[in-house]
Nanobody
Framework: QVQLVESGGGSVQAGGSLRLSCAQFGYAYSSYCMAWFRQAPGKAREWVADIDSDGRTNYADSVKGRFTISQDNAKNTLYLQMNSLKPEDTAMYYC?????????????????????WGQGAQVTVSS
């Protein structure tokens, strides 16, 4: 069955960097929209960034210029490189996959679009 397995979360001081990984197992589709979401305690899950099978990317304004999303198709792994981290980036981060539509759109994706989710990776940024 399809599985998304996340790794790479942790604790870091403000200004530091982390890289999240999301390894994908049990599928064989070349068209995709992959995304990262995050959820802070007491808040709704929010879209962070996405990438489609043509390499187009979108970012939330709050992370633009600091975060980079990428997909290594040879390794079936999605990444989120997070630089210049801020305390407000503290959240549980989730990867998500849509293997029906190979186009994400222009950003601001809703969680309901995605059928497959990773287990989550905690990112904590201290000031």
């Amino acid at each position: 069955q399809v599985q998304l397995v996340e790794s790479g979360g942790g604790s870091v001081q403000a200004g530091g960097s982390l890289r999240l990984s999301c390894a994908q197992f049990g599928y064989a589709y070349s068209s995709y929209c992959m995304a990262w979401f995050r959820q802070a305690p007491g808040k709704a899950r929010e879209w962070v960034a996405d990438i489609d099978s043509d390499g187009r990317t979108n970012y939330a304004d709050s992370v633009k210029g600091r975060f980079t999303i990428s997909q290594d198709n040879a390794k079936n792994t999605l990444y989120l490189q997070m630089n210049s981290l801020k305390p407000e980036d503290t959240a549980m981060y989730y990867c998500a996959a849509d293997w029906v539509w190979g186009y994400c759109g222009t950003g601001g994706l809703a969680p309901e679009r995605f059928n497959y989710w990773g287990q989550g990776a905690q990112v904590t940024v201290s000031s």
